[in-house]
């Protein structure tokens, strides 16, 4: 069962603005270390292109995002986002969400991939004219 959920995807032109976010499924909460948001387009690795981590809140961009995308919590409504602003078609791809192994310390986001556990199902953006 996937414990994380994943929404706000879709399609936009270049220079548009998407906000994703990622909610906990029903019976499980969003108690990671830290929560990560990868991308993977077609014929490419996933890779992360933004974290925030839960100890305090600090927060990573992959360079080829910095500026454009910002990643936030709202704890209260138990769900992490992703607003994705100055969209360019390279940002194209299907997103997911995954938080970081238990056990991890809550003040570092991982670069691999292979420390988070949790994963959602992923949703598609596609930045096109």
């Known amino acids: 069962q996937l414990q994380l959920v994943e929404s706000g995807g879709g399609s936009v032109q270049p220079g548009g603005s998407l906000r994703l976010s990622c909610a906990a499924s029903?019976?499980?909460?969003?108690?990671?270390?830290?929560i990560g948001w990868f991308r993977q387009a077609p014929g490419k690795e996933r890779e992360r292109v933004s974290c925030?981590?839960?100890?305090?809140?600090?927060?990573m961009y992959a360079d080829s995002v910095k500026g454009r995308f910002t990643i936030s919590r709202d704890n209260a409504k138990n769900t992490v986002y992703l607003q994705m602003n100055s969209l360019k078609p390279e940002d194209t791809g299907v997103y997911y969400c995954a938080g970081q192994r238990r056990g991890s310390s809550s003040y570092v986001c991982y670069s691999s991939a292979s420390e988070y556990y949790y994963w959602g199902q992923g949703t598609q953006v596609t930045v096109s004219s």
């Open positions: 029903a019976g499980f909460a969003l108690d990671y270390p830290a």
């Open positions: 925030i981590a839960t100890g305090d809140g600090s927060t």
